[in-house]
């Protein structure tokens, strides 16, 4: 089983939409938590931090479920330039280490 | 001013070659990584630095030996290049304390032929 899990998409919504992803880990010692953003052909880019208690950032709000080990991002109003990968990342425990998911892929069309 | 920057952006060569990729930080940072990101888009860290120290160290063939003259630079050389190592291939910074807000460079996409 991969450490993190993704659905690859692409999830395909119109601008305006709200979106969600969903993104498992096995390890259930890990702490931390975090979405990162990859355009195409680009870098990734942390997009925020996940805590337990959620957090929202504008129309981008994270939230922890350790119970069942999923973290969500949820894309509210979703604008073209919202397009781009998703990436699912934990900090693996005791080595600092981060650990990325394959990503879900993000297609706004007007 | 670019953050991280890596030299070349693009690389094709031939298996059996031996290529560097060089990597730049101008943030103060004192870790830096180096990642793999193959066709299926999986990025996978690959090494990482402290103040010249390595502290990372996946398992990734000994034909890969990093480099890290000072802080600020952490190069990466291949020896015998193999068609499986055809990627892009990026360059990473953190503060200390900070792991998880890691600046990346902007990829170096290596095709072997």
């Known amino acids: 089983r991969k450490e993190v899990e993704q659905d690859p998409g692409p999830f395909n919504v119109p601008e305006g939409a709200t979106v969600a992803f969903n993104c498992t880990y096995s390890?259930?010692?890990?702490?931390?938590f975090f979405w990162y953003r990859q355009d195409c052909r680009k870098e990734p880019k942390l997009l925020m931090s996940?805590?337990?208690s959620g957090n929202e950032d504008g129309r981008f709000t994270a939230q922890l479920n350790r119970a069942s080990q999923y973290i969500s991002l949820l894309i509210r109003d979703s604008k073209l330039s919202d397009s781009a990968t998703y990436l699912c990342?934990?900090?693996?425990?005791?080595?600092?280490?981060?650990?990325f998911g394959t990503g879900t892929r993000l297609l706004v069309s007007p | 001013d670019t953050a991280v920057s890596q030299t070349p952006k693009y690389l094709v060569t031939q298996m059996g070659n031996d290529k560097s990729i060089k990597c730049e930080q101008n943030l103060g940072h004192d870790t830096m990584y180096w990642y793999k990101q193959d066709s299926k888009k999986f990025l996978k860290i690959m090494f990482s630095y402290n103040n010249k120290e390595l502290i990372i160290n996946e398992t990734v063939p000994n034909r890969f030996s990093p480099k890290s003259p000072d802080k600020a630079h952490l190069n990466l050389h291949i020896n015998s290049l193999e068609l499986g190592d055809s990627a892009v291939y990026f360059c990473?910074?953190?503060?200390?304390?900070?792991?998880?807000?890691?600046?990346f460079g902007p990829g170096t996409r290596l095709t072997v032929t």
């Open positions: 990342v934990v900090l693996r425990p005791g080595f600092q280490k981060l650990v």
């Open positions: 390890n259930s010692a890990s702490q931390s």
């Open positions: 996940v805590y337990s």
């Open positions: 990473a910074s953190s503060q200390e304390n900070r792991d998880y807000e890691q600046y």
